[in-house]
């Protein structure tokens, strides 16, 4: 079974961080996690930059990082297409902003030695 991350780069409409975030957070995740493939969903905010973007674009405030398990990622879009006639997409979502990438598990996990 090929591991794969699937990272989505996104921005709330400005002054409508609360109601994107509880959208996003109580409704968006669980409907993507229904997908066949996806085990887990997790969000993340931006807490500071440490270089920025080579485009010299301003970093997304927010990503979500889902791990999909799949020897078939074409059948787990589809999935995804199928469920996006049914879910709810919140206006308070940032669409033409957001971004989406699939990264497949490459290489083995390194660890720190500390205990």
């Known amino acids: 079974m090929r ?14 961080e609360q109601e994107y975030d509880d959208w996003y957070q109580n409704i968006h995740l669980r409907d993507l996690v229904t997908v066949p493939g996806f085990k887990s969903a997790q969000r993340f905010r931006l807490k500071k930059t440490y270089q920025k973007p080579l485009n010299g674009d301003e970093p997304f405030d927010h990503m979500a990082i ?16 199928r469920l996006s006639g ?6 308070a979502l940032d669409l033409p902003a957001s971004s989406a990438v699939f990264y497949e598990e490459y290489g083995a996990v390194v660890s720190s030695p500390d205990p």
């Open 86 to 91: 049914k879910v709810v997409i919140s206006d």
């Open 66 to 81: 889902y791990d999909i398990e799949t020897d078939n990622l074409d059948g787990v879009l589809a999935g995804m297409k």
């Open 3 to 16: 591991h794969y991350k699937f990272l989505v780069f996104t921005k709330p409409v400005n002054g409508r």
